[in-house]
């Protein structure tokens, strides 16, 4: 089902929510309405609308608190993947204080891992999964700078550390990109965002108005938020999935600065 939806742009999905909230709801209300006359529901909209306010104000905590958790973990996975990108730039500028060999070596190295990332491994965090090209990429890097002891001596040992410390940080970056596509927000707490949206989408179809479209067009207006507010929530629950997730672009750019000027 998700890839599926993820089949789809998330425009076409979007109106394909909104249509069907808005048709199910207007039908559901006219079931009702069918069996049931508006006026019978009058006597009950004092203790009815007291009653639905204070379900709307729990599960408008609920979603609101789910809102900002996969707000979050989607932001994170913005920075994750910049800050992973920011060392390796840096790794590629500071192999120029290196010996010749020693800075091709590493720079090839940075450009065939970053290649590995974007072409292999973005794809496969859609699913939570890691590339195994892109672990032993990033491995031969490390190797090069851990077999090189000779750089720990002389003008070059401060660049050195240096570029340890930033590829120890590109390391924990890339395990934490890595780690925040394969957060999902619990089944659990999918049911009860689902179970409250139909709890109070069937509570509002039990309150009455002398006019049938007044009434229809406030129900599916209703409906057609909570769908919406859905939808939102398991597109920030997918941060590399679809056209509304994150793109390597970041790290396309720097292939691209590389390719007009590699001597930087």
């Known amino acids: 089902m998700t890839e599926?939806?993820?089949?789809?742009?998330?425009?076409?999905?979007?109106?394909?929510?909104?249509?069907?909230?808005?048709?199910?709801?207007?039908?559901?209300?006219?079931?009702?309405?069918?069996?049931?006359?508006?006026?019978?529901?009058?006597?009950?909209?004092?203790?009815g609308g007291f009653l639905f306010n204070a379900l709307g104000l729990i599960y408008a905590v609920i979603v609101a608190f789910v809102i900002f958790v996969?707000?979050?973990?989607?932001?994170?996975?913005?920075?994750?993947?910049?800050?992973?990108?920011?060392?390796?730039?840096a790794l590629y500028h500071n192999s120029k204080s290196f010996e010749p060999d020693m800075k091709m070596k590493i720079r090839e190295s940075v450009v065939e891992y970053v290649k590995a990332v974007v072409e292999d491994e973005w794809p496969l965090m859609s699913y939570g999964k890691t590339s195994e090209k892109a672990r032993v990429e990033f491995t031969k890097l490390w190797n090069i700078y851990l077999t090189a002891p000779h750089l720990k001596a002389g003008a070059t040992e401060f660049v050195y550390q240096q570029s340890l410390y930033d590829l120890s940080e590109t390391s924990n970056a890339r395990v934490m990109r890595v780690a925040t596509s394969r957060k999902n927000i619990p089944g659990?707490?999918?049911?009860?965002?689902?179970?409250?949206?139909?709890?109070?989408?069937?509570?509002?179809?039990?309150?009455?108005?002398?006019?049938?479209?007044?009434?229809?067009?406030?129900?599916?207006?209703?409906?057609?938020?909570?769908?919406?507010?859905?939808?939102?929530i398991f597109y920030l629950d997918h941060p590399f999935s679809g056209n509304t997730g994150l793109s390597p672009i970041?790290?396309?750019?720097?292939?691209?600065?590389?390719?007009?000027?590699?001597?930087i």
Not at 250 to 263: G, K, R, S, T
């Open 4 to 47: 599926l939806i993820f089949s789809i742009h998330s425009v076409i999905v979007i109106i394909l929510t909104v249509i069907l909230s808005v048709l199910i709801s207007v039908m559901a209300l006219k079931v009702i309405r069918k069996k049931v006359n508006w006026e019978r529901f009058k006597e009950n909209h004092e203790v």
């Open 70 to 89: 996969s707000w979050t973990e989607y932001t994170e996975a913005i920075n994750f993947s910049e800050k992973e990108i920011s060392h390796l730039r």
């Open 188 to 232: 659990i707490v999918w049911t009860v965002i689902i179970v409250g949206a139909l709890t109070s989408i069937c509570f509002s179809l039990f309150f009455g108005t002398r006019n049938f479209y007044v009434q229809a067009t406030m129900t599916s207006l209703f409906t057609m938020t909570n769908a919406l507010i859905m939808l939102l």
């Open 250 to 263: 970041i790290y396309q750019e720097f292939i691209n600065m590389i390719n007009i000027n590699p001597l």
